[in-house]
């Protein structure tokens, strides 16, 4: 009696383990991103959460049949809420590097995107990444993003005095448009979409990264993870991708 018993506790337990890999009928799936990233993500004029990214992961749940809830959080803590399953996807423009492929699980690219630095319009100076530590030049960031990265290489400390770490972008163009940055590294597209809400911004120079974005699951949730990839592939193959693109991003 015992010994069945024993083994009816084991195969409960097996199958609530397996249960986490996969979503069960009726579970909503939180789905993590940072919500001041536009066009990737943003919020309309009734707070909602918009963009390219949510409209991608809304369509991906949809040819999955899952319920999902979207929910902003700070970029910085995308990853460790993942791995602590406060969060069952991440969608939010987040580059595919090796040290976030060491902590999650990234799907198949789904958008080529690379780094920008950003300047005021009455701003002369022609200068490039090398050259901003012997100007001095003051550097706007987001904390956790690829242009956090670049940032922390170009001065070579993430809290160096000259390098300025904001939990939202917005927050950063804001500083430059009011003076108190030189410039902010951002992901192109989001810089162009910056520059044609806010005025008196340019890019300096060409796009110094190649980089790519992925969409991020838990460890070891292979499961979910094939069903996202299914699922880009046949957007990707089809229509689907390129309807979502133009809606963003125009034609």
Same mark, same amino acid.
């Not at 996807?89 to 690379?114: C, G, H, N, Q, W």
């Given at each position: *009696? ?5 083994? $009816?506790?084991? $195969?409960?337990?097996?199958?609530? @383990? ?18 001041? =990233?536009?066009? =990737?993500?943003?919020?309309?004029? #009734? ?7 949510? /409209?991608?992961?809304?369509?991906? @749940?949809? /040819? ?6 979207? +929910? ?12 602590? #399953?406060?969060? &069952? ?12 492929? !060491? ?14 630095? +950003?300047?005021?319009? &009455? ?19 987001? *904390? ?8 922390? /290489?170009?001065?070579? @400390? ?13 927050? @950063?163009?804001?500083?430059?448009? %009011? ?7 951002? &992901? ?21 990264? %190649? ?7 838990? !460890? ?21 991708? &390129? ?5 963003? =991003?125009?034609?």
């Amino acid at each position: *009696m015992k010994k069945g018993i024993i083994v $009816l506790a084991v $195969l409960l337990l097996t199958l609530a @383990a397996l249960s986490g890999c996969t979503p069960g009928k009726g579970k909503v799936l939180k789905v993590g991103t940072e919500a001041t =990233f536009p066009p =990737f993500e943003g919020t309309d004029d #009734d707070e909602n959460i918009v963009g390219f990214d949510i /409209d991608l992961i809304k369509a991906i @749940a949809d /040819d999955n049949n899952w319920e999902i809830e979207v +929910v902003h959080l700070p970029f910085d803590s995308l990853v460790e809420s993942l791995e602590t #399953d406060k969060l &069952d996807i991440v969608i939010a423009a987040m580059t595919i590097d090796e040290d976030r492929s !060491k902590r999650v699980l990234f799907s198949t690219p789904y958008f080529d995107a690379s780094q920008v630095m +950003v300047i005021r319009d &009455d701003d002369n100076r022609n200068f490039g990444t090398e050259d901003i530590v012997d100007l001095g030049l003051n550097v706007a960031v987001q *904390m956790g993003t690829t242009g956090s990265y670049e940032g922390e /290489d170009i001065f070579g @400390a993430e809290d160096h005095p000259n390098l300025k770490q904001y939990k939202r972008v917005n927050e @950063a163009f804001m500083d430059l448009k %009011n003076g108190r940055v030189d410039l902010v590294i951002i &992901d192109e597209p989001v810089a162009k979409n910056y520059m044609a809400h806010l005025g008196g911004l340019k890019i300096l120079g060409e796009p110094f990264t %190649n980089e790519q974005y992925g969409i991020a699951v838990k !460890k070891g949730n292979t499961d979910m993870m094939d069903k996202i990839n299914a699922s880009l592939k046949k957007f990707m193959d089809g229509t689907k991708y &390129d309807d979502i693109f133009a809606k963003w =991003f125009g034609e």
